[in-house]
């Protein structure tokens, strides 16, 4: 039994090391697989703080921290390794002041503040994650809600006339005309009143200028008066009186992250929409017009369904 057992430990040895080793090695990959997420702002908050945090609960191995636009140096002194998440346009603003740095996604910019900021160029290592809804899917809204309209009419000024472009080649794919109207001066009517007698139904651009506090209750009253539903821009204003708009929370966000700090950065899309997103109504409004009640997780399940589709 003496010599049989002697024989027998060594190879246990190896297999002991063998496994060793193995762990080891497993261990350096995971450590190799943890990213460091730098997110940056102008401020702290409870609210970045609680982003943050979930952020973290999604990606428990990765190492998740904040820091102010104050206490960091220039893009170009960062870890290349280190992934950058801007949440504001001081931030932004911060990470244009060169090209070199990390890889970076902008996080809930619009369209119209990238357009101020950026022109028609856009820096490389810059992801652009758009916060407006995208056109296409406010379209498809608008036929799901009311499908007799055909008329889609729209507001824009100087700093949103860009958008108009896009918008129109979405409506093409599906059967829908865009009337448009500029509204370059708020405080005058005419123009919004011209368009709603030539519009079945309104589709607000993410445009501050023309949908904000001030002019809310004007474009809501005469719409309401006109019995024409008005369509986004955003959740804000479908709680104000606008009909519906789909939109992007906080949870939504957070899964498009998780999704793209899953990818290498060399993969990251120079611009993207929201393709996780929820539907938002007004009960009320819907009432007045004679629209049956909306089932907004229905229509949102729908509507991404047919994204989906090639």
């Given amino acids: 039994m003496g010599p049989r057992a002697s024989r027998k430990m060594p190879n246990l040895g190896r297999l002991l090391a063998g496994v060793c080793l193995l762990l080891a090695s497993w261990l350096v990959s995971l450590s190799a697989c943890a990213e460091d997420i730098l997110l940056i702002g102008a401020d702290d908050s409870p609210g970045i703080q609680d982003f943050a945090t979930a952020l973290g609960e999604l990606r428990p191995d990765d190492t998740i921290r904040f820091q102010s636009v104050a206490s960091l140096p220039t893009p170009s002194q960062l870890p290349g390794r280190t992934r950058l998440i801007l949440l504001d346009l001081p931030s932004l603003d911060w990470r244009l002041q060169e090209d070199l740095g990390p ?29 407006d809804p995208p056109p296409q899917r406010q379209l498809h809204l608008i036929r799901r809600l009311l499908p007799q309209a055909r008329r889609v009419g729209v507001l824009y000024d100087h700093h949103s006339e860009f958008l108009l472009n896009e918008l129109r080649q979405a409506a093409q794919a599906l059967n829908l005309d865009i009337v448009t109207q500029r509204w370059d001066n708020t405080h005058d009517s005419r123009p919004l009143q011209a368009l709603l007698k030539n519009s079945d139904v309104l589709l607000g651009l993410d445009d501050p200028d023309l949908y904000n506090p001030r002019t809310a209750k004007n474009l809501l009253l005469s719409s309401y008066a006109r019995q024409t539903a008005l369509i986004g821009p955003n959740a804000g204003f479908v709680k104000a009186g606008s009909l519906a708009s789909s939109y992007s929370d906080q949870s939504d966000w957070l899964a498009i992250l998780d999704e793209l700090l899953d990818r290498p950065t060399a993969t990251w899309p120079r611009t993207h929409y929201a393709n996780h997103f929820k539907v938002l109504s007004n009960p009320q409004v819907a009432r007045s017009l004679g629209i049956e009640q909306i089932d907004e997780a229905l229509v949102a399940t729908q509507l991404a369904a047919g994204e989906s589709r090639p």
Wanted: without cysteine.
């Fill in 103 to 131: 890889a970076t996604l902008v996080l809930r910019i619009s369209r119209l503040q990238a357009r101020q900021r950026l022109g028609t160029t856009q820096p490389p290592r810059l992801s652009l994650l758009w916060s």
